[in-house]
């Protein structure tokens, strides 16, 4: 296998467990850590907002370490942080020590995707980078339908289901040091500090907080709402995650969605798509079928998205590729931070048909957002995908 084979297998491998296991795993099971810890919609999205929040400041950190210290060292420590993370929720005694651990597995996944863009941008020719780093991104899905059967044979022994999780990001650790190089930064690049906030990067920063902020309808409430509407139990919730998991690993098909047909058609195409998948699996009166297919229409359209910013950001800040996916990335999760609070708010104060309809309603509003000719000069990267 190629060096740039390698580390795009290593990478959806750590993504998938950082992002599909430590991160999105909690609203799978939500329903049955609410059962045992008496948790109120409120409360659940608050803890769920607190992983957002974890992402938020790991990636700003990770971006820095990985232009100091090359992306081995910090993908090594975003596995690590994985599995103490989930160690932590499987042993949660009370809501406070729950949403402490919540938040440390979230970090994981900021620090995950910065010395991942950081060591393509180095291993692997410009031409297939932003494949290469739309099929690590991929990871998600794959981390996400995982989870699902994993859900499915434990049933209501979640804090089992997280230690099984541990272990996968330990055994991901070594992979890791194995595999990833330890000085990804290119010689002729030694920028550091805050990145000048071009216009694609502006841009790219409201579509993003926008996106993030309404995709929290399921990530953090699919099982919820699933349970509410259809009166599924954690097998349903188990069947909605693999479906959303299975669609998000075409997701990997974004970078080559981008190059064929731009940023903007892309990105107005998957927000359309993420905003029916979410009406489908929470809208009252759908049945099984719609909320499978919701799910896998949700699934393929935040993978595709996330990828779409991906590619945004990277392209925007050519010479700082860790950076600019940082950009894009750390907004997504600024915008979950503030959606999942809300979302529970909603349904706790108002019906769950407004919040979800609220949250649809909001997905449609990232494609304000649109990357003009002008923002490839403005990024110094004339091959800026333009719709």
């Not at 009252?284 to 993978?303: D, K, Q, R, S």
């Amino acid at each position: 296998m190629s060096p740039g084979m390698m580390l795009g297998a290593v990478g959806f491998g750590l993504i998938a467990i950082c992002y599909g296991f430590a991160r999105f795993a909690f609203g799978l099971f939500l329903p049955q850590i609410d059962a045992d810890l008496s948790l109120s919609s409120t409360v659940g999205g608050l803890i769920s907002g607190g992983s957002f929040l974890g992402y938020c400041a790991a990636i700003i950190v990770s971006a820095h370490l990985t232009e100091r210290l090359g992306p081995r060292v910090v993908a090594t420590v975003a596995a690590l942080v994985a599995a103490v993370g989930m160690i932590g929720i499987a042993a949660a005694p009370s809501s406070l020590w729950l949403a402490s651990a919540v938040m440390l597995a979230g970090t994981s996944t900021g620090l995950a995707s910065p010395p991942m863009a950081a060591a393509v941008a180095t291993a692997v020719k410009p031409a297939g980078q932003g494949a290469t780093n739309t099929i690590i991104n991929a990871g998600t899905g794959a981390g996400v339908v995982l989870s699902g059967p994993v859900a499915l044979l434990m049933g209501g022994h979640w804090r089992i289901a997280f230690l099984i999780f541990a272990a996968t990001a330990l055994c991901m650790a070594i992979a890791v040091v194995i595999s990833i190089p330890g000085d990804a930064r290119p010689a002729e690049n030694r920028e550091t500090g805050l990145p000048l906030l071009n216009q694609a990067l502006k841009r790219l920063i409201i579509a993003s907080f926008l996106m993030g902020a309404s995709s929290t309808a399921l990530w953090s409430f699919g099982s919820q709402l699933v349970t509410l509407r259809l009166d599924w139990g954690h097998t349903g919730a188990g069947l909605l995650w693999i479906a959303i998991g299975t669609a998000g690993m075409a997701g990997a098909w974004a970078g080559v969605l981008v190059a064929r047909f731009g940023i903007n058609r892309t990105h107005w195409l998957f927000l359309g798509a993420l905003a029916g998948g979410i009406l489908l699996v929470g809208f009252e009166g759908t049945t099984p079928t719609l909320t499978l297919l919701g799910g896998a229409l949700f699934g393929l359209a935040y993978i595709m998205l996330t990828g779409v910013y991906l590619v945004w950001g990277v392209a925007a800040l050519p010479s700082r590729p860790a950076t600019g996916l940082t950009v894009g990335f750390l907004t997504i999760a600024i915008g979950q931070t503030a959606g999942a609070p809300l979302f529970g708010l909603l349904m706790d104060q108002l019906t769950p048909t407004y919040s979800v309809i609220a949250f649809a309603c909001l997905a449609f509003t990232a494609g304000l957002a649109r990357v003009g000719r002008t923002d490839a000069t403005h990024s110094s990267d004339p091959a800026l995908p333009d719709a």
